[in-house]
């Protein structure tokens, strides 16, 4: 099966809260954004932001459905793909752990042929470190691409009866001080 691919510029919440594709189809959108914003875990608290900080530094805060910690996103900092599966699409596994393998193998495959040595899929469930309710990128989930202890890709997962999304993210810079800036 073929992809359909298609680019979205936007503000972070929008991207987020962006509708299935139309038709029953693999669609990966390359999705890119217009200003900073801290985007928070569905189950994460608003205090921990400080908004009158965030604000006087011109950074938005938004809210993605999915679960974890909080995600720094700038433009150009980051190379963010949705993936979306139709049911019964041949990728499509019920599993939510080893439903996001095969995104991270794409993922990992894209490191090595740029040159990372070594980008190993984690294949097991969450993973939670100290840090990693608080930051989506200080802990482990299924899927996500690691060299080493250092996390490559992120990928959180949104299903319904019909679509599978999977919101995939990978650094191309990681100043995390600038999200710790804004936290309160």
């Not at 979205?8 to 390359?30: F, K, N, T, W, Y």
């Not at 908004?51 to 963010?80: H, I, K, N």
């Not at 699409?89 to 490191?111: C, I, K, N, S, Y």
Request: hydrophobic residues 45%; aromatic residues 8%.
């Amino acid at each position: 099966m073929n992809w359909r691919i298609e680019r979205v510029r936007g503000d972070v919440g929008s991207l987020h809260d962006a509708s299935p594709p139309e038709h029953a189809e693999r669609v990966v959108r390359i999705l890119e954004i217009e200003q900073p914003c801290v985007v928070l875990g569905s189950s994460q608290n608003d205090a921990i932001v400080d908004y009158e900080r965030a604000l006087a530094r011109g950074v938005s805060v938004t809210r993605r459905r999915s679960g974890g910690g909080a995600v720094w996103m700038a433009p150009g900092d980051q190379c963010w793909l949705d993936l979306w599966l139709p049911a019964g699409d041949p990728l499509w596994v019920d599993d939510v752990v080893h439903g996001a393998f095969w995104a991270g193998e794409a993922w990992a495959a894209a490191a090595v042929s740029i040159g990372v040595a070594s980008a190993e899929v984690h294949r097991g469930g969450l993973a939670r470190t100290p840090l990693a309710d608080l930051v989506c990128f200080a802990g482990r989930g299924p899927g996500e691409v690691f060299a080493g202890d250092q996390k490559l890709t992120g990928i959180s997962q949104r299903r319904t009866r019909d679509w599978v999304r999977l919101q995939t993210m990978a650094y191309r810079v990681w100043e995390p001080e600038r999200l710790v800036d804004v936290l309160a």
